[in-house]
């Protein structure tokens, strides 16, 4: 079986990739695409399903809100802190293998997690040890998540496009089915579930038929790695400054919204109807993913700044007092716009970086970008205590807009033209 290797690639192939994608396949719903999309969206749904599973099984075991508080920190902080190695790792010793390594790390965290919860807990420290292994392996496989789409699909939007699609659709069935498993006294039986997904996903991984890629030079160290991917990173103005313009977002817009808007809403009009507003986001970006597939502008970042130009809409019918189902509404035409906007950027960061460097300069591009949320949502409280929620709101509000206005005022990042799908 022929897999991603550290030679050289051989010099009559200019693009590596394409040596696995035959022409006369489809240009999305490849042999290889398929064994992707499926290990995927497997290990998406254990993923989604995990946090609310531990949460809520920890809950209805009698311990406290701070031991939840815990679980998600172990769970959470080895991801934001080890993300980077994960890149490094995963261009040295091929994304596949790594992806392949974290599933079966991840399935023997989750049947040592069914065991603990069918059990009964004795010591807390076991279930902080196996969320740190969980949080640990999820590190080790995002960054070759998104450098193996080119390798599987010839039409990188297309296919990334049905990915986010299918991570919105497991980011709403995920939470659900875990909440009803833990509500029949069944959290193992939850593990069990992701347990057999991740295999399911090493498998599928195992099944992949994947061309030569390049790797970085045989004998280097890991920080010298780093370092390289440092250097490509910050040597693509466009790249860094989605970044740093998403960091701001990250802190003052998205990350205090969810918990401010949960505090205006569940005690206005119950946490059911909170629950539709959210569902009506994941539909929202459902859509977006769907369009994305087709839609497929010259210059894709800015398409995407457009998109985002919705996201304001929320916060802002908070403060005007919409009712539910305007609220609800507004995040339809909010989760279009992120669909739209994750797809091209996912996309441009795919076809703009070589593939030697891919994993890394994905790996800064998600510790810069992700790890200012968990910020933004810890200053959620103190702000709402200082200046009150609709001044909170309204600040999300404005630096939404400036957001939009920032990523099409930078020349870089407006006038970044796509590349062609590969014939």
Known sequence: MADHTAEAPSPEIEDPAAAALPSGEPAIWSRNF????????AGLLSWA????????????????????GYAMAFLVAPFAGLV??????AD???????????????????????????????????????????????????PGASSTVPLVARDVQGAN????????????????????????GSTGWVMVISAAAYATSAVCLFALRLGVVPAPPAGESLWRNL??????????SWLWGVIVIWMFYAVLSWGPQLSVAAGVIVPAHGATAFGLINCALGAGTVAGGLLAIRYKPARPLAAGAVAMAAYPLYPL?????????????????????????????ATSVQTQVPGEVLNRVHAYEVAGSVGMYPIGSALAGPAVDAFGTDKV?????VVGFLTVGALLAARPIRTLGRVPTRA
Do not use: K
């Open 92 to 142: 040295r010793f091929t994304a596949r293998r790594m992806m392949i390594i974290a599933d079966l790390a991840n399935l023997t965290a989750h049947v040592l997690l069914a065991l603990l919860f069918l059990h009964g807990i004795d010591h807390l420290w076991q279930l902080y040890g196996l969320l740190v292994v969980a949080g640990t392996a999820n590190a080790l496989f995002q």
């Open 161 to 184: 496009g049905v990915l986010r699609t299918s991570e919105a659709i497991t980011g709403l069935g995920g939470p659900a089915l875990a909440g009803a498993l833990v509500g029949f």
């Open 227 to 236: 370092a390289v991917g440092w250097q490509e990173f910050r040597s693509r």
């Open 84 to 89: 980077l190695f994960g890149g490094v790792l």
């Open 34 to 41: 398929r064994y992707y999309f499926t290990a995927r969206s």
């Open 317 to 345: 019918g908070i403060v005007l007092g919409w009712p539910v189902w305007l609220l609800a509404a507004a995040q339809v035409a909010v989760g279009v716009g992120i669909g739209v906007w994750g797809v091209m950027w």
């Open 393 to 397: 709101l309204l600040v999300g509000v």
């Open 49 to 68: 399903m995990l946090p609310v599973a531990v949460a809520a099984g920890l809950l209805s075991g009698g311990y406290g809100l701070d031991t939840a």
